[in-house]
Nanobody
Framework: QVQLVESGGGLVQAGGSLRLSCAAS????????MGWYRQAPGKQRELVAD???????NYADSVKDRFTISRDNAKNTWYLQMNSLKPEDTAVYYC???????????????WGQGTQVTVSS
């Protein structure tokens, strides 16, 4: 089995910073994509940022120049550094991984449990 465990959410004032972490564990052969999504009340889940094979970084326009995604491959862990936070960044943040398990052929998506980020004005 594979588990993604997130940490680092919380309440912060506008302009502040938070750092989210996601640790993947289990029978993992290779992680192809490490990502972060968010879902605000009444809205669809949206991509915030991801890192793809070859270290290609992808960011939503709304977070460019404020958020930074990074990873530690040795620990199967990735991070989202969020700076200059705005009230509109308030959402539940989910980590996501597309990965291949040992002794399987398929690439499968896994999700973390979600962590609340609240930015007060």
């Amino acid at each position: 089995q594979v588990q993604l465990v997130e940490s680092g959410g919380g309440l912060v004032q506008a302009g502040g910073s938070l750092r989210l972490s996601c640790a993947a564990s289990g029978s993992i052969f290779r992680i192809n994509i490490m990502g972060w999504y968010r879902q605000a009340p009444g809205k669809q889940r949206e991509l915030v940022a991801d890192i793809r094979s070859g270290s290609f970084l992808n960011y939503a326009d709304s977070v460019k120049d404020r958020f930074t995604i990074s990873r530690d491959n040795a620990k199967n862990t990735w991070y989202l550094q969020m700076n200059s936070l705005k009230p509109e960044d308030t959402a539940v943040y989910y980590c996501n991984a597309e990965l291949k398990r040992f002794l399987t052929d398929a690439n499968i998506n896994y999700w973390g449990q979600g962590t609340q980020v609240t930015v007060s004005s």
